[in-house]
């Protein structure tokens, strides 16, 4: 098996360190990263000036682009072959919810299944890396499990508890839930006295319940939610119809 491994924290990050380790035994693994901390790219291009690659000494390759710039330059101009799998992670912190439609971890993943190649996001449930490793034993699981049982192409995000690798149990499949409104913009001002502005928090959760990576986290169960691309609303589709006709 060939995996394309990428992430948004960054190609020193410790969850890409830890999940290329892991997977290392089971695939033949290539990782290509973003330079730095990309958190919050969510799909986005580098269209205005050229991506340069570089190799560390590990042999994980880095580009100075974004989690999506990453995969796709992989996919068409690094690689001379296509992988079996792209996977995104181990994210510093959760990707549940309204979340998942910023975040980089989820969006490398996508980059891959747009090119109809199976694809995983992985991240943990809270901030902090607390059993990095665990985690990271708990994804090569998942993959070697599960990665048969579906049609491809997939994508799914994963969202792993922070526990010892003995109390991670069975995953739940789950739905997205959904955030309040974010919290407002974290006014400042920088040296010169010129008004900032800092983005603020996200919103507390508004559907948690059961059912919802939310809820499975919360419970202490790895939560893998299906994903799709069509941001079609058919409902709205049928009423805009007849109100043009």
Request: charged residues 15%.
């Amino acid at each position: 098996m060939k995996i394309l491994i990428s992430n948004d924290d960054g190609y020193l990050a410790p969850g890409i360190n830890a999940l290329a380790a892991a997977l290392t035994p089971i695939a033949d693994i290539v990782v290509v990263a973003p330079d730095s901390n990309r958190s919050g790219a969510s799909n986005s291009l580098s269209l205005d000036r050229p991506l340069s690659v570089q190799q560390a000494a590990n042999g994980f390759y880095f580009v100075n682009g974004t989690p999506t710039d990453c995969v796709h330059v992989a996919l068409t101009g690094v690689l001379d072959y296509r992988p079996d799998l792209v996977v995104s992670g181990i994210n510093n912190g959760p990707n549940m919810g309204d979340d998942t439609l910023y975040s980089g971890t989820v969006a490398a993943a996508t980059e891959g299944y747009l090119f109809g190649i199976p694809a995983i996001a992985f991240s943990q449930g809270a901030f902090g890396w607390e059993y990095i490793d665990d985690a990271a034993r708990h994804a090569r699981d998942i993959i070697v499990q599960y990665m048969a049982a579906l049609p491809a192409p997939y994508l799914l995000n994963v969202n792993i508890p922070n526990l010892p690798y003995e109390q991670l149990r069975t995953p739940l499949a789950t739905r997205l839930g959904r955030r309040h409104q974010a919290e407002p913009v974290i006014r400042a001002h920088d040296p010169r006295g010129k008004e900032i502005f800092w983005i603020g928090p996200p919103g507390a959760t508004k559907d948690a319940g059961e059912g919802t990576d939310f809820h499975a986290c919360a419970s202490g169960r790895t939560s893998i939610t299906p994903l799709q691309i069509d941001l079609t609303h058919k409902t709205q589709l049928d009423v805009l119809a007849k109100a043009l006709a």
